[in-house]
């Protein structure tokens, strides 16, 4: 019988795509010990940590493992934030020759190979990354978009992708970049300031994520809205854990960690979370589809 690791007790799931960015998000803060707290199947032990997903036409596998002393290889050669981003875009069904330009623009070696390896490490922790994707896999099916410079030059939708740029975006304050990139260039060109409104949905799991992003005027006295002081790492936790089709009580659960006030059936049904932030406001407004 295969024990399970402390996430798998106590979420009563299976490991996923959430665990694979949280992952991550721990080997960035540097929280070492975190990571083979949650996800080490044999305690007391710095056992290789194995990650493998599924989405269509793909296979998707993540080694974490403890060095014996400070990598220097070249092999090493990406971010943590280069393998979120992949991930992400392999689940949102991005072009397979998207991904590939994203990531040469990045320096990072790639080829016409339907398999992408990537490996980097912080301190002592070495994680490595293999996407494959399937020989056979069908053309990429096109899908309605609109007119902002992402979706022009990416030929795509917005997505839970852009959600997560935008909100670490908003966090490191590039207000301007965000604009620039997500506003209908129409808009940009020859609206207003008022117009200038980043807004979009996009399916994560069982739910439709409303996401709007608005540059604001710090002059004006603002109510703050219900579940308005919400960080946006809070968020980005909560959009990964949709997507990955979690169950509304784990959502409530990592919610009222910080001190967001939510049940379940709320969390079951619609919710809105908001945060002022550099002089903007985001909101996400969740809604159960199915």
Same mark, same amino acid.
């Given at each position: 019988m295969t024990t399970k690791c402390l996430v798998e007790e106590q979420e009563h799931r299976e490991l996923d795509s959430y665990d694979l960015i949280e992952v991550l998000e721990l080997v960035k803060d540097h929280r070492w010990q975190e990571i083979w707290r949650r996800y080490n199947r044999q305690p007391g032990e710095f056992a290789t940590l194995n990650f493998e997903l599924y989405p269509p036409h793909y296979f998707v596998q993540m080694t974490v493992q403890q060095l014996t002393s400070?990598?220097? /290889?070249? #092999?090493? &050669?990406?971010?943590?934030?280069?393998?979120?981003?992949?991930?992400?875009?392999?689940?949102?069904?991005?072009?397979?020759?998207? *991904?590939?330009? #994203?990531? /040469?623009?990045?320096?990072? !070696?790639?080829?016409?190979?339907?398999? *992408?390896?990537? /490996?980097?490490?912080?301190?002592?922790?070495?994680?490595? =990354?293999? +996407?494959?994707?399937? #020989? &056979?896999? !069908?053309?990429y099916r096109f899908r309605r978009f609109g007119?902002?410079? +992402?979706?022009?030059?990416?030929?795509? !939708? @917005?997505?839970?992708?852009?959600? +997560?740029? *935008? =909100?670490?975006?908003?966090?490191?304050?590039?207000?301007?970049?965000?604009? &620039?990139?997500?506003?209908?260039?129409?808009?940009?060109?020859?609206?207003?300031?008022?117009?200038?409104?980043?807004?979009?949905?996009?399916?994560?799991?069982?739910?439709?994520?409303?996401? @709007?992003?608005?540059? *604001? #005027?710090?002059?004006?006295?603002?109510e703050l809205p219900p579940r308005g002081n919400v960080s946006v790492g809070t968020m980005h936790q909560v959009i990964t854990r949709l997507f990955a089709g979690h169950d509304p009580a784990l959502?409530?659960?990592? @919610?009222?960690?910080?001190?967001?006030?939510i049940t379940v059936v709320e969390a079951t049904r619609d919710f809105s979370l908001a945060r002022y932030l550099n002089d903007n406001y985001i909101e996400m407004r969740c809604r159960r589809t199915s």
């Open positions: 400070l990598a220097l /290889s070249a #092999k090493y &050669n990406v971010t943590p934030y280069i393998m979120q981003a992949l991930i992400r875009r392999v689940l949102l069904g991005h072009r397979h020759g998207l *991904i590939l330009d #994203k990531l /040469s623009r990045y320096g990072v !070696p790639v080829g016409a190979d339907d398999t *992408i390896n990537l /490996s980097c490490s912080i301190g002592t922790v070495g994680i490595d =990354l293999v +996407v494959s994707r399937d #020989k &056979n896999a !069908p053309e007119t902002s410079r +992402v979706e022009q030059d990416e030929q795509r !939708p @917005l997505d839970h992708y852009d959600m +997560v740029a *935008i =909100l670490l975006s908003s966090y490191l304050n590039r207000t301007d970049w965000i604009l &620039n990139r997500y506003v209908p260039q129409e808009i940009l060109n020859e609206g207003t300031e008022e117009e200038k409104v980043v807004r979009f949905s996009s399916p994560a799991g069982d739910y439709l994520v409303d996401f @709007l992003f608005q540059h *604001i #005027k710090n002059d004006v006295t603002r959502i409530t659960q990592e @919610l009222t960690r910080q001190g967001i006030i």
